[in-house]
Each structure stands twice: as C-alpha cells, then as structure tokens.
C-alpha cells in the first residue's frame, strides 16, 4: 500500500473517515445521523455539529483498524491527510478541518484540502481494495452531479480541470424530492421512499421505452433547448396545490402514482439538460454521482441515454459511495498528491459555497 491517504469527510450529516491509495478504497467508514434529524424533515445544524465532534475520533480510530493500519500515530505509513473544505454546512466542515488540521501537524504529513463536489465526480472511479473495476476517463467528459445540496453539470477537460455549465437555480433534485416526500408526509429523507413507492407501480418505462406517461403530468420548467440549467421550485409547487386539492382518501388511493409521477418529472429534466450538454460539449465519458445517482430507475434513463450517445456512463459502484463519505474524498486527493497540492494547515478555513471550476453559464437557444 503506497502514497497512503488518510481522508475525513464532515460536509453535513455524515462523519466519515477512509483510508485510500491511488483509486483504491482500503477502508470507509460512515457514521450516519439521519437517526438524529429525522423529528425536524432535516438536516439541524447545531445537532449535526455536535454529532459530528462526538463521532470523529471513533471513525478515525475504525478507518484505520479496518485498512490493517496501526493506531499509533507515530507509526503510522501514510503520505498526505485530506479533508473535505467545501461546500457544505459551515459547522459541520470546521469539525473535519480542525481535525485534519491537528493530524496534519502531529504527524508531520501534508495537508490536501478536496472540494466535495470534486469527490462527488471521483467516486464514480472508486475502486475496492483489489483496484476493481479498471475505469478511464476518455476526455472531455462530462458529469451529472445529483445530491441534496446539488444539481450541476460539470464539464471535465482534465484531471482537476473543471467547467460547470449549468447549475440549479433554486432547489436541488435530491431537496425536490425530499420536499415532496414532505408534501405526502412520509419523512425523512424523503428519495428513497418516493422512489420504493414509484417502484411499486406499473408505470415506470423500461431501459427500451423512449417516455413514460405519469399519471400526474408536470409542466416542464426551462425548456428552450441549450439552456444546461435546472429549476425544481416550479415542480415542488405544481405537486403541493396538486396534493392540496385532495382529499384523504384520494391521496391514499394515489400515493404511489403521486410519487412515480413527481420522480418521473425531476429526472426528465435531468436527462433533458444532459442529453443538451452532450450535444454542445461531445464528451466521450459521462460520469454521474452524489446521493440521488443510487436511484436505479435514474440509472436505467441514463444508461439509456449514454446507449443512444454512444458513451460510457460510469455510476459510484457502491451505494456507500454515493452519499458523502471520506473515500471519494481520498481518491480525488489523489490527483491532488501527485501535483503535490498541498494546503497551509494555519490557513486552510471552512468554505461552505466553496465552487468547483470556473464561472458558471448558459448557452443561448441557436
């Protein structure tokens, strides 16, 4: 095991540590807090950075155990720390930092600051601890980055050259569904039950099928063709005067259509806005990851996709890739290390909106 990383994740509600080299993933270790917010239909700051100081040292200590690493510092074989500086909720990254900060120092090793959204794209190249699968990246490439903070489409020139080419304006697709797992009072997080609730119906196309026909169609937002950005905002508030003019008995009868329907509408815009950047931008690799790309019924529609391009599409390999975790954090700093991209441990701060790439745009309808 060489140019050992030893990487702390803490961007929101999950306390995690990995140990990694190269692509390899040696250990991960994930401490969840959903438990925790559930009461509130979200994530709670102050609990969330509580939590996190609580179960820092504990997923250290279990990384290492679990990679066959000593506990003592002093022994221990490791090349760099890495954390996650942003973007996320500012509490919960100065708990990560302060610590990798502290490591940093004690052990003499350099300090390599990952923004998260880059670990997000680098999880779809995680390998286990064999170096299974082999994946390349054929330039350009570009990625679909789904999660509960964010919805963009990154342009990939180079290992650690980014362009993002369109963004969200409000809500994120993984937040979008979780607001309408709220509006059907289902709880918390809300993606993984809508999704068991669409998957119970018969109205999900397959991989062959061009379209689905919901039962409770949506009005698309931002349709003009070239515009890469997205907007959920007017989709949450369709489906809450949907479900508002029902009554109990309807919205009992209607649940599962209810959520295939709203599934189905936030990921046609997703494969809308795709399907547009791959005609502008031409990549010759399609990458899709953060929290929402473990939706299988997303992954059929992109696969798809990446069928009738005539593209590899590559997704995280393990669902505890998908979410936030250390281990993308490790295996993106990898790059990081062998550019020799190193942090000032006295000056590296909390960036909760840090960004990835270079000034987001639209491209204009020809």
Request: proline share 6%.
């Amino acid at each position: 095991m060489e140019n050992l990383i030893l990487a702390i994740d803490t961007s929101c509600d999950e306390t995690s540590a990995a140990v990694t080299s190269g692509r390899r993933v040696f250990s991960n270790v994930i401490s969840s807090q959903i438990a925790l917010h559930q009461k509130y239909g979200g994530v709670y700051p102050a609990l969330a950075k509580r939590a996190h100081l609580e179960r820092i040292d504990y997923v250290l200590k279990e990384a290492l155990k679990r990679a066959g690493l000593p506990s003592t510092n002093h022994e221990l074989p490791l090349a760099a720390i890495a954390v996650t500086q942003g973007p996320g909720l500012a509490i919960a990254l100065e708990v990560g930092i302060a610590k990798a900060k502290q490591l940093a120092v004690e052990l003499n090793r350099p300090l390599i600051a990952v923004n998260h959204l880059e670990g997000h794209i680098f999880s779809t190249l995680a390998q286990n601890k064999n170096g299974s699968p082999e994946r390349e990246i054929v330039f350009p490439a570009l990625a679909l980055l789904v999660s509960g903070g964010h919805t963009e489409l990154v342009l990939m020139t180079e290992y650690g050259q980014y362009q993002v080419v369109g963004q969200t304006l409000d809500d994120a697709v993984g937040e979008a569904l979780d607001k309408a797992a709220r509006i059907l009072h289902l709880g918390y997080p809300g993606g993984p039950i809508i999704e068991a609730l669409a998957n119970q119906t018969n109205n999900l196309p397959t991989a062959k099928e061009s379209q689905n026909n919901p039962k409770f169609p949506f009005t698309p937002p931002l349709k003009e063709r070239g515009n890469l950005n997205f907007s959920y905002s007017g989709l949450k508030t369709q489906f809450f005067y949907l479900v508002a003019q029902m009554t109990e008995e309807e919205l009992g009868d209607n649940l599962k259509e209810l959520a295939a329907s709203f599934q189905e509408a936030a990921f046609e815009q997703l494969i809308r806005k795709t399907s547009d950047a791959i005609e502008i931008y031409h990549p010759q690799t399609l990458l899709c990851g953060g929290g929402v790309s473990a939706n299988r019924y997303l992954r059929t529609l992109l696969r798809r996709l990446a069928r009738e391009m005539k593209i590899p599409v590559y997704f995280p390999t393990s669902p505890k890739l998908t979410g936030d975790n250390a281990a993308m954090i490790g295996v993106a700093a990898s790059n990081k290390l062998q550019r020799s991209e190193f942090a000032d441990p006295e000056k590296l701060d909390r960036e909760p909106r840090l960004p990835l790439g270079g000034k987001v745009y639209s491209i204009s309808p020809s």
